[in-house]
């Protein structure tokens, strides 16, 4: 290697280094600048899901002192012999059944009918989205005051002649009582992300579709159905990780019990019944919730998938 060769490696070997250096001190800047939210993500998140995995395998008694003692996988396989388990998870699949497609189908209704320049489309929808903005307590509430025997739509149904019904209290209702109101509720929060979606599908294809002698009906199914195809696979596994989380209207129809006669018990509330209502049974509870978790885990994979599959045909 003549001297030439050899000053020109030297350089580049400098050149590296300074490179090298300067990467790595970008890198630590980067990591320096992320290290509250990284903190954050370990104290809040990642710490606790640990430990409640870590409880998952014991029994404990948090009263008098954390007591605790191992039973290894039992809390797990205990799920399958629990009556109440599997009558949760039954009344969550029923209610997940119902809700999800029930909501996604109106709030894409919705959105094509105020996509169309209806009159006065923004105060339509600045009443649609209202219920969005509202308390679910206060929703549960109110929609309980209307449920009641004597309440709103026991009235209007008695002024027509009309059945009425035990809406709250009976075993047979009281969870499709749940379904309607929360239909009612989430389906404008969807609502306004297919609007924000039907703003991106090209006009040219409505109108190329209508010179064809296509129909109101024959342009939605054809032409925005398809178009929204990655909006309503996104809609869908929102609406699953929502309602296989239901608790609060639940708890509060109920006033925590899941009644009447289990029929409005929900894995969630069951997770709250067992870890903060017996003693003992935390350790069983945080074995619930990593079932829940995976369910919804399983659920939201398996509807990805279909979808891909869809679109890829």
Do not use: C
């Given at each position: ?109 919705l959105a094509a009918t105020l996509n169309t320049g209806l009159k006065g489309e923004k105060f339509f929808r600045i009443i649609y989205f209202l219920p969005t903005l509202?308390s679910s307590a206060v929703l549960t509430l109110i929609f309980m005051w209307m449920y009641n025997q004597n309440g709103l739509i026991n009235n209007i149904l008695d ?100 009644g009447p006669a289990n029929s409005t018990l929900t894995v969630v509330l069951l997770i709250y019944q067992y870890a903060f209502k017996s003693l003992g049974t935390m ?31």
């Amino acid at each position: 290697m003549d001297s030439a060769e050899g000053n020109s490696y030297s350089k580049a070997r400098k050149r590296n280094k300074v490179n090298y250096k300067r990467l790595m001190r970008e890198i630590l800047q980067g990591y320096g600048f992320m290290l509250p939210t990284i903190l954050v993500l370990l104290v809040f998140i990642l710490g606790p899901v640990l430990y409640a995995v870590f409880l998952s395998f014991f029994d404990v008694t948090l009263l008098g002192g954390t007591v605790l003692n191992y039973t290894g996988v039992e809390n797990y396989l205990r799920i399958m012999d629990d009556a109440r388990a599997q009558r949760a998870l039954m009344n969550t699949a029923l209610y997940v059944g119902i809700v999800v497609p029930a909501q996604t189908f109106l709030a894409l209704i919705l959105a094509a009918t105020l996509n169309t320049g209806l009159k006065g489309e923004k105060f339509f929808r600045i009443i649609y989205f209202l219920p969005t903005l509202t308390s679910s307590a206060v929703l549960t509430l109110i929609f309980m005051w209307m449920y009641n025997q004597n309440g709103l739509i026991n009235n209007i149904l008695d002024t027509f002649n009309l059945p009425t019904y035990n809406w709250i209290g009976d075993p047979n209702i009281a969870l499709y009582s749940i379904m309607i109101m929360n239909i009612w509720a989430t389906a404008p929060m969807f609502m306004v992300i297919y609007l924000a979606a039907l703003q991106g599908v090209p006009k040219t294809l409505y109108e190329a579709a209508e010179l064809d002698g296509a129909n109101a009906i024959q342009r939605f199914w054809h032409i925005t159905v398809p178009q929204l195809r990655p909006i309503t696979s996104f809609v869908v596994i929102m609406g699953l990780i929502g309602t296989f989380q239901l608790f609060d209207q639940s708890y509060i129809f109920s006033g925590g019990s899941g009644g009447p006669a289990n029929s409005t018990l929900t894995v969630v509330l069951l997770i709250y019944q067992y870890a903060f209502k017996s003693l003992g049974t935390m350790g069983y509870a945080t074995a619930i919730a990593f079932m829940l978790a995976l369910i919804i885990l399983i659920a939201s994979i398996l509807q990805r998938l279909l979808s891909k599959e869809e679109q890829f045909n």
